[in-house]
T-cell receptor
Framework: DAKTTQPTSMDCAEGRAANLPCNHSTISGNEYVYWYRQIHSQGPQYIIHGLKNNETNEMASLIITEDRKSSTLILPHATLRDTAVYYCIVRVGGATNKLIFGTGTLLAVQP | NAGVMQNPRHLVRRRGQEARLRCSPMKGHSHVYWYRQLPEEGLKFMVYLQKENIIDESGMPKERFSAEFPKEGPSILRIQQVVRGDSAAYFC????????????FGPGTRLTVT
């Protein structure tokens, strides 16, 4: 699986957009980018995924660069409940389905 | 549609006892995964099962740990002769067959070995 690099931590003001970057410079053409988050002591939560097109759902937007070497997860209006560790995971479709979680980014939304 | 159910939420066992953790996947999901999170550490994959089959157990410790997902009933993660190092949060996830990387996690079982 391609390795990912994320900042250890980030702060964001409540109500502002939170932009969480992820580098995956060794990504292959058939590898998807997945984002999960884990709010303290809870089970991880699936957020969004994409291959090469930008994606949006009710939770977030995912922007993938044209060369696919990096991506950004955008929470358009962060709330205090968005404080969590965010994981960027790169997976190959069709292989064993295990998720490999790195250390992620601790996003702290400030009031 | 109820989410992934895990029970018990908290489990205390003495060293040497057995621990049984149960997981009921979301309705319509045929794939179940178990992950472990040791204190102050990240999530680690343990095992991936489909009904009556273990697909990938590459993350399972070689001894004392076993998992099953029978045709009827919940998936079970069984830890025999628990030791203090087994104290952790154990999360179960499930996914639909056609979207295996969209995994939906349960609230976890926190195992404490005294």
């Amino acid at each position: 699986d391609a390795k990912t690099t994320q900042p250890t931590s980030m702060d964001c003001a409540e109500g502002r957009a939170a932009n969480l970057p992820c580098n995956h410079s060794t990504i292959s053409g058939n590898e998807y980018v997945y984002w999960y988050r884990q709010i303290h002591s809870q089970g991880p939560q699936y957020i969004i995924h994409g291959l090469k097109n930008n994606e949006t759902n009710e939770m977030a937007s995912l922007i993938i660069t044209e060369d696919r070497k990096s991506s950004t997860l955008i929470l358009p209006h962060a709330t205090l409940r968005d404080t969590a560790v965010y994981y960027c995971i790169v997976r190959v479709g069709g292989a064993t389905n295990k998720l490999i979680f790195g250390t992620g980014t601790l996003l702290a939304v400030q009031p | 549609n109820a989410g992934v159910m895990q029970n018990p939420r908290h489990l205390v066992r003495r060293r040497g006892q057995e621990a049984r953790l149960r997981c009921s996947p979301m309705k319509g999901h045929s794939h179940v995964y178990w992950y472990r999170q040791l204190p102050e550490e990240g999530l680690k994959f343990m095992v991936y099962l489909q009904k009556e089959n273990i697909i990938d157990e590459s993350g399972m410790p070689k001894e004392r740990f076993s998992a099953e997902f029978p045709k009827e009933g919940p998936s079970i993660l069984r830890i025999q002769q628990v030791v203090r190092g087994d104290s952790a949060a154990y999360f179960c996830a499930s996914s639909p067959r056609d979207r295996p990387y969209e995994q939906y996690f349960g609230p976890g079982t926190r195992l404490t070995v005294t």
